[in-house]
Each structure stands twice: as structure tokens, then as C-alpha cells.
């Protein structure tokens, strides 16, 4: 008896298994753990080789990278995922022709930003993050943008067949390369008696994103797919519908990325105004969103690849009008998220201050650990929520909500933290964080689990 239950449970696992969200998900964070634990350490590397300060004018440009990923791929790279779920049972040629097509209008647009960061590098630098030093690292980062748009393509064209392996795969080796990479620099500059500096990290950007790029493109050419049953249908007018949806995504994104990049430049100098030097703002910022974030940061592999994964399955059973079983997940997407992100705040109360003392060798770090810890439920949430607000074909929510979100936390960075310090911005993480997440909650529950009733 005992064994035929223990059949019984086991095949109902491995079928549990063969489902594509559970898959892909698992295959996901199995990679995205791999690549956090690397990062991780690649941190502490960091943080102990050009040092906090280095680490903060390091953090400074990457604002300048989202912007430039929300204006050439964001969008292109959703709504990829979504037609090709809609799709490509209904017309077996669909699949690769929304690929080329976004690949033609991603290429175009990365190689332009590129362009325009490398003319305008001094500027940027100067006037917009307000920090000369970053001047020569902005042209290194812009080559890594052609690389990074182009596999966020293809990450978009195996999301929307539920096919996680490739984007899983290259995701390890962007973060792989990109730390053998300053590691043999480290190493070179080392038995030269020379140091490292920022640049070395953002060259290290430029190798990883190059690493995954070829790793995609070969997966692409390589595979060979069963060409789907056909059925008379074909889509059309592929570039129309990429660009009406992925245009007003790829906006809202940018909205929502300016604002949240104005947020952190604005960090160092209104540290300024409470009294550090410029000196120690970068240095505490750098502590902050090197280290503590990075840390809290670290679950959302998991949240992060059930976001990928969800995205194409709400949106097929959104055009199916299977409404039983979007409600089925937002219900088990609401209590993982709640009793995972949980989890995590505990975790990080009882070993912040040891992770930041013993690993980083940095107490304000762990301080800021601790401090943080409280988002963990509601920004496991708002991810999650987001997305298959996304999927159910409404990303004007989340765009609102999120956007709202970053004006919280941008009044607090602006009027509290000169005042405060930095455990101003602190509190305005929380506080939007709360809001957003509640009111993703609010709006599923009204526009889409009360249809069960």
C-alpha cells in the first residue's frame, strides 16, 4: 500500500514537473541562484578592490544602462513573449517572424543609443549624473548595449514558448564571463603592482553581455523545431502589433526608469546636504546599493523567473477566457509570494548584521540589511502581480502604481534624507513598496477574481 502511494505521489510530482510554469521557473532559478551566488561574491570582490566610493561611481551609470534597455528592448521583448503565446498554434511561421521583426527594430535602436552615449559622454556625466569621474566609463557601457537588446530578444522569443533553457543558460554565462573577465584583469594589474578601477567592472559588463549574445544567437541557429500543425490562419501585419503594444510599454518603462534614475542620482548630493562630503555620500551609497541591495535583491531570482514564466501562460489563457484558471493563479501567486517574502524579512533580521560584518566586512551594510529586509513580501508581490497584469493585456496599472511608487520615494529622497539621512529613503522604499503591492492586490481582486462569483 505503502509503495503504491509512494508511485502515485511520484508521478504526480513528475507530471507536476512537465508543466511549463513549474519548469521553467525551476530551471530559471536554479540558473539565476548560480549567477546570484557568483554575483554575490563578485560584490564583496568588488567592494574590496576599488573600494566602497568605487563601487558608488560604478552604480552611478547604471541608470543611464535602464534607460537605454526601457527605450531600445523593454518593451519589444514583452510584447514578443505575449504574441508568440497567442500565436504560434494558430500559425506555425508566426514565432520566427515576430523575432526578425524585433530584432530589426531592437538593432536599429541600440545601435543609435550607442552612438548618441558615446558622443555625449562628458555631458552625461557632467550634467546629468553629476559626476566628471563617470565620463570615461560611459562609452564602455554603451558597447555593451547592441549585445544586451539583442538576447533580450531572444530571452522574449523562448519565454513566449515556455522554453526557459536558453534564456536560463545565458543568463549564467552573461554573469560567468563577466567575472572571469575582471577577475583575469585583477589578476594581470596584480603581478603588475598596478589597481583596479571602476572601468574595469564596466569592461566586465561589455564581455558578459557579449558572452550571452553569442551563446543566444548559436542556440538560435542551432535549433531546430517541429514545425506546428497548420491551420490557415496567419497573422498579420507583424511589425504593427509589435509596435502598438511594445511602444506604449517601452514609454511607460522609460517614464518609470527616468524617474527611478533621478532618484538615485539625487541620493549622493542630498546625502551632501546632511552633512557627508562628496566622498562619503558616494561611499554610503555605494554600501547601499552594492552591497545591502544586492543582498535583498538575491530571492528575487526566484520571483523574477516566475515572472518571465507567468506572463505567457496568463496571456494564453486570458485569449481562451479561462478565467478559472487566472484566478486559480493569482490566489496561489498572492500566498507564495506573501509567505516567501516573509521568509526573507526573518532571515535577513537574525543574519544582516553578520552578513554585512563577516562578508563585506562593512557594519553600516548590515545595518542597511536589516533595515530593508520589511519590502521583501511587497516587492516579491508587486513583481509577481505586475506581470500578469502585463499578461491580462493592462499595463497601464502597473505603470501608474509604479510610477506613483517613485514619486514616494523621490519626495523622501528630496525633502527628508537632508534632514534625516539616508534611513529617510530607507522608509520611502517601504512606504511604496506597501502601496503598490496592496493596490495590485485591489485591482485583481476587482477586475478579475470576482468573476468567479
Known sequence: ????????????????????????????????????????????????????????????????????????????????????????????????????TCLLYSGMLSFCAMLILTRYASFIARNILLEPRCEHLI????????????????????????????????????????????????????????????S??????????????????????????????????????IGRKLISYSVPLSMNRLALTLFASFESILIPSRLGLFGYSQSDALSVYGILTGMALSIIMFPTVLTNSVSVMILPVISEADSRNNS???????????????????ICTAG??????????????????????????????????SSVLSSILHGLGMPGYPFVLNLTGSLIRIFFVFFLIPVYGLKAYLMGMLASQMMTAVCFVGILWKKQLRKRE
Not at 166 to 189: K, M
Not at 205 to 216: K, M, R, T, Y
Not at 358 to 368: C, M, Q
Open 139 to 198: 562609452p564602455i557601457l554603451a558597447c555593451s548595449i547592441p549585445f544586451a537588446s539583442i538576447h533580450a530578444c531572444i530571452h522574449g522569443y523562448y519565454y513566449g514558448k515556455k522554453k526557459a533553457g536558453v534564456p536560463a543558460v545565458s543568463s549564467f554565462i552573461e554573469q560567468f564571463v563577466r567575472v572571469l573577465f575582471v577577475f583575469t584583469i585583477y589578476q594581470v594589474h596584480l603581478e603588475q603592482g598596478k589597481s583596479i578601477d571602476a
Open 324 to 342: 478559472a484558471k487566472i484566478s486559480r493563479t493569482i490566489y496561489q501567486t498572492i500566498f507564495g509570494c506573501l509567505l516567501f517574502g516573509s
Open 1 to 100: 500500500m505503502h509503495k503504491l502511494n509512494f508511485d502515485g505521489d511520484f508521478v504526480q510530482i513528475l507530471k507536476k514537473l512537465k508543466n511549463p510554469v513549474i519548469s521553467g521557473t525551476l530551471l530559471l532559478t536554479a540558473a539565476g541562484v548560480l549567477g546570484k551566488v557568483i554575483g554575490f561574491f563578485y560584490r564583496i570582490f568588488l567592494s574590496r578592490t576599488i573600494g566602497a566610493e568605487g563601487l558608488g561611481i560604478y552604480q552611478l551609470i547604471f541608470p543611464i544602462s535602464t534607460i537605454c534597455f526601457a527605450i531600445t528592448v523593454s518593451g519589444f521583448s514583452t510584447a514578443l513573449s505575449k504574441f508568440i503565446a497567442e500565436y504560434h498554434e494558430k500559425d506555425s511561421s508566426s514565432p520566427k517572424r515576430f523575432l526578425r
Open 200 to 237: 574595469a567592472a564596466v569592461w566586465g559588463l561589455v564581455f558578459g553581455e557579449a558572452g550571452a549574445f553569442l551563446f543566444c544567437i548559436t542556440a538560435l541557429l542551432l535549433s531546430q523545431e517541429k514545425p506546428a500543425k497548420k491551420t490557415g490562419f496567419r497573422v498579420r501585419s
Open 348 to 381: 535577513f533580521l537574525v543574519t544582516g548584521q553578520w552578513i554585512g560584518d563577516f562578508l563585506f566586512g562593512n557594519a553600516l551594510a548590515g545595518k542597511f540589511i536589516r533595515m530593508l529586509s520589511f519590502i521583501c513580501p511587497f516587492l516579491f508581490l
